[in-house]
């Protein structure tokens, strides 16, 4: 309320001031009457500038944000964020976790491997059924001279390679359901000490920031934790796996010209593909900003309709709205084609890859050295590769802003409050007996050198009231967070009960303590949902 109300005056002030200048432009101050009115006027004016340079000590407004004690966040590296997400994927009081990140880690070995092995039963099937028919040894593909037997095995090889890409698809799917509830209850338990944290930092932390701000922090940093986690269980990881097996394969079984084609092909291509990805990530930005500028202008002008209507302005706003979609068309654009620019260079980095391994194993082939069903082989191995790679573009860029979005998170967790427990802080022992208040010469200013409370004293016997009187700003609510420890006296002490509320635990200071406020607070739920909230005694 202090924030807008300290608007409204300045909006009223700036226009008191144009008002009051341009009359004055049109009014002489030759005759005596109009020298009294130019007076007023000019001490009118006097009044209006003063209202910026006001200061009212409401806790809330902006010059109080400008001036209390800045909690500082301490720079978190991607090694201290993958760490911290460690501690809640491996929990070391949570076996159930464990044993799901185990299996998902299995379910995810197992389908590599099966998986590299659907092109070897395509091999064994194609050389099968490539019988020789003639003394000479000539094989030939056909199906009218091959024996039952090699038929039979080719069915069973041609079985085999469905079930096999079935199973693998299988596993992967279940290897998700399973890891998804890790991944989840990770994020709640994230979420819910982040949003502890906050509640336990003092009131110094949130005066010096936007409170709206922060549940884009936490809403940011859970879906960044959910992406790179997902990222790193569906994609990185097993991309990794599957470029071993494959180079470890194609080197034990083809020769090793094939395994550096392959470790050759997906080097240069995620080198191709971040560098572009970098690139074109400005483009994308932009496309952003045009589209949350053409939105805020469009929600401005409809928001203010009968003002635009009152001025005839409704095609100015539509010039103005256009002129935002053109940027936006512009960016998109950039967007577009750089994307095609991406595409078409992976596309053409695995094709000349894999044309420059098929003409290798036809070379073996003509030596005598690999059949026709290796060269099958070759090409299934090869593909498998580029079918996770495609995405590897989409992942980079995704992760790299997850990782700013969990840094801002992670940055939030490192904040220590500034008002804390001592060491040897004891419970506040207080009963109607010892129950009172005493403030010892307690001084207090939001303000560097502008102190609100100066040398205050007095004491509340137990069970007497003491009536605080005062003008807006001065110093009545400032009491009442002293009381609570929201923020520190510069000088002087505070004892309820006999005890120095510095030495006491702040959760028994606070849980002896209630207040009814002068504007009440109301949690958006039941009215059991309020009481709980606010305790009221």
Known sequence: MAIICQSTLLCSRNFAVYLLRNHYKATSVGSGYHQNVFYNRQKKLQFAQKLETRLCYHIGGSHVKENVPIIEAKDITGKEMILGMLQYIWPKDDMMIRKRVTLALGLLASAKMINVTVP????YAIDELNVNLSPGGDALLTLDSAPETVLTVATMLLISYGVCRAAAAGMNELRNAVFASVAQQSIRKIARNVFLHLHNLDLSFHLSRQTGALSKVIDRGSRGINFVLSAMVFN?????????????????????????????????????????????????????????????????????????????????????????????????????????????????????????????????IVEGNMTVGDLAMVNGLLFQLSMPLGFLGSVYREVRQALIDMQSM?????????????????????????????????????????????????????????????????????????????????????IIGGQNIKDVDINSLRKCMAVVPQVGDYIINTYHRSFLSEKCF
Not at 242 to 271: K, P
Not at 279 to 303: H, P, V
Not at 439 to 466: E, M, T
């Open 120 to 123: 070897f039963l395509l091999k």
């Open 410 to 494: 992670f940055a939030i967790m490192s904040c220590d409050p500034l008002i804390k427990n001592h060491v040897d802080a004891v419970p506040l022992a207080v009963n109607r007996e010892n129950a009172s208040i005493e403030f010892r010469n307690v001084s207090f200013g939001y303000h560097n050198g502008k102190s609100i409370l100066n040398n205050l004293s007095f004491f509340v016997p137990p069970g007497k009231k003491v009536a605080i009187v005062g003008g807006s700003g001065s110093g009545k609510s400032t009491i009442i967070r002293l009381l609570f420890r929201f923020i520190e006296p510069t000088s002087g002490e505070i």
């Open 236 to 364: 990185i990881v097993p991309t990794v796996f599957e470029l071993a097996l494959v180079s470890t394969i194609l080197g034990l079984n083809c020769g090793s010209e094939f395994a550096a084609l392959s470790v050759g092909c997906v080097s240069v291509y995620t080198a191709y593909t971040l560098l572009i990805t970098q690139w074109r990530t400005k483009f994308r930005i932009y496309m952003n900003q045009a589209e949350n500028e053409a939105g805020n202008k469009a929600m401005d002008s409809l928001i203010n309709y009968e003002t635009v209507k009152y001025f005839n302005n409704e095609l100015y706003e539509a010039d103005r709205y256009d002129r935002v979609l053109q940027k936006f068309e512009a960016a998109s654009l950039k967007t577009t084609w750089s994307l095609a620019v991406l595409n078409f260079g992976q596309n053409a980095i695995f094709s000349v890859t894999i044309s420059a391994a098929m003409l290798l194993a036809a070379k073996h």
